[in-house]
């Protein structure tokens, strides 16, 4: 459904948060694979990462336009 990428820099690293939307648990899952817990990760990021990759699933429950 899209997404939206933050950014925070903070001295000499810099953060970076994505929020993603999706229609349902079935979509993420077509994405992720059966573990929507685990961060999809491609070979070149791993020199770019310090730390883990977090992933944390919300549903949400109202909007305000």
Do not use: C, N, Q
């Not at 648990?25 to 994405?31: E, Q, T």
């Not at 929507?36 to 109202?62: C, F, K, M, N, W």
């Amino acid at each position: 459904r899209g997404a939206w990428m933050l950014r925070r820099d903070d001295g000499d690293r810099t953060e970076f948060i994505t929020l993603s939307m999706w229609d349902s648990v079935d979509a993420i899952k077509a994405f992720a694979g059966e573990d929507i817990e685990a961060a999809v990760l491609y070979p070149e990021d791993e020199r770019y990462l310090v730390g883990e990759s977090i992933v944390t699933h919300y549903e949400v429950v109202d909007r305000v336009p």
